[in-house]
């Protein structure tokens, strides 16, 4: 018998939820998401060595990175190439930080995951880079190529936060 109020108070409880149209959700806050990840950061990186395809990736890239916030979205932007995405936020735990972007380019996705702590004004991590080719004929995977690259970043400037 106390089994089946068991049962009965969690069909109670998903169908209320149901009926009030309330949702649960899963997944990374981005109020999780410390306050110094934001602002203007020098970014070096160096390919591993062992990884990557020469052909499709650079050895050695400086960059600068404008991490902001508006709302629930965090952007990326650097103010020097005019490149822009907004970055999904997949983990977070203190000041370790998994983000990810993806870009599609005529026939090529690029996957764009990096890792990073964050220790004050910089931080050290990675740079996971997944570039799929498809046919141009039938948009089937033809080419897979992967580069991993090690991070140094240094703040430049302060936080670049603005709420809605």
Do not use: H
């Not at 069909?11 to 109020?31: E, N, Y």
């Not at 930080?97 to 026939?107: A, M, P, Q, V």
């Amino acid at each position: 018998m106390n089994f089946i109020k068991k049962i009965l108070v969690i069909l109670l409880l998903f169908f209320g939820t149901c009926v009030t149209g309330q949702t649960l959700k899963a997944g990374v806050s981005i109020d999780s998401v410390p306050k110094a990840f934001y602002g203007t950061w020098r970014v070096v990186a160096k390919i591993d060595k062992q990884t990557g395809n020469r052909v499709n990736f650079k050895p050695n890239t400086i960059d600068v990175w404008n991490l902001s916030r508006s709302g629930n979205v965090i952007n990326l932007n650097n103010p020097f190439t005019g490149a822009s995405a907004s970055v999904t936020v997949d983990y977070v735990d203190g000041n370790i930080i998994r983000f990810t972007k993806t870009g599609k380019y005529d026939n090529k996705t690029l996957i764009d995951t990096v890792d990073l702590k964050l220790n004050g004004d910089t931080f050290t991590g990675i740079n996971t880079l997944v570039l799929e080719t498809f046919s141009t004929y039938d948009n089937s995977l033809i080419q897979k190529d992967t580069a991993l690259y090690i991070l140094k970043g240094e703040k430049i400037s302060g936080s670049s936060i603005t709420e809605k």
